[in-house]
């Protein structure tokens, strides 16, 4: 897999643009960038992926640099809900029983 | 349902005795993953299984954590002879066979063992 690194912690306002940043700078040319978050006592959830091409959901959008070597998610109007650990992890797109593997991600505190 | 599920929500086992875990999943996803999370190691993959297959196909560590399929949307996780280093949240995860593979995670069970 692809290693990943995330800062340890980040702060937002709430209703300011939260951009959490991930390097993944060994990512390979299969290898697709997802973004799942943790809230406090929750299963870890799914946020966005992609591949080179900017993506944008409802949730929030990716951007991933050029050379892919890293990306950016951006949540465009944090709330005080979007409190949470941020991981994002790199693995191909397909792999029949390939496991996500989750580092230490990023602590976003939303601030009122 | 239209979630992955898991009880108990908490479990408290004694130190030697045997724990079983249990995830309802989504109808239809074919392959359920159990993680193991700790505050100070993160997430790692304990085990995961496919279809009606009956036994796990890793173990991590060997041989005292297993999964069972006794139904297809059904997987509980065995841990023999509890550890203390055992507790930490265990999480159940399906995954999607659709086009976006992605990944629906329970929330969870916290195992203490004391």
């Known amino acids: 897999d692809a290693k990943t690194t995330q800062p340890t912690s980040m702060d937002c306002a709430e209703g300011r643009a939260a951009n959490l940043p991930c390097n993944h700078s060994?990512?390979?040319?299969?290898?697709?960038v997802y973004w799942y978050r943790q809230i406090h006592s929750q299963g870890p959830q799914y946020i966005i992926h992609?591949?080179?091409n900017n993506e944008t959901n409802e949730m929030a959008s990716l951007i991933i640099t050029e050379d892919r070597k890293s990306s950016t998610l951006i949540l465009p109007h944090a709330t005080l809900r979007d409190t949470a650990v941020y991981y994002c992890?790199?693995?191909?797109?397909?792999?029949?029983?390939?496991?996500?593997?989750f580092g230490k991600g990023t602590l976003l505190t939303v601030n009122p | 349902g239209a979630g992955v599920s898991q009880s108990p929500r908490y479990k408290v086992a004694k130190r030697g005795r045997d724990v079983a875990l249990r995830c309802d999943s989504i109808?239809?996803?074919?392959?359920l993953y159990w993680y193991r999370q700790t505050l100070g190691q993160g997430s790692e993959v304990l085990t995961y299984?496919?279809?009606?297959?009956?036994?796990?196909k890793s173990g991590r560590p060997s041989g005292r954590f297993s999964a069972e399929r006794p139904e297809r949307s059904v997987s509980t996780l065995k841990i023999q002879r509890t550890e203390q280093g055992d507790s930490a949240v265990y999480l159940c995860a399906s995954r999607d066979p659709g086009p976006n593979y992605g990944y629906t995670f329970g929330s969870g069970t916290r195992l203490t063992v004391v």
């Open positions: 060994t990512i390979s040319g299969n290898e697709y």
């Open positions: 109808s239809g996803h074919v392959t």
């Open positions: 299984s496919q279809s009606d297959a009956q036994r796990d």
């Open positions: 992609g591949l080179k």
């Open positions: 992890i790199v693995r191909p797109y397909r792999g029949s029983n390939y496991k996500l593997t």
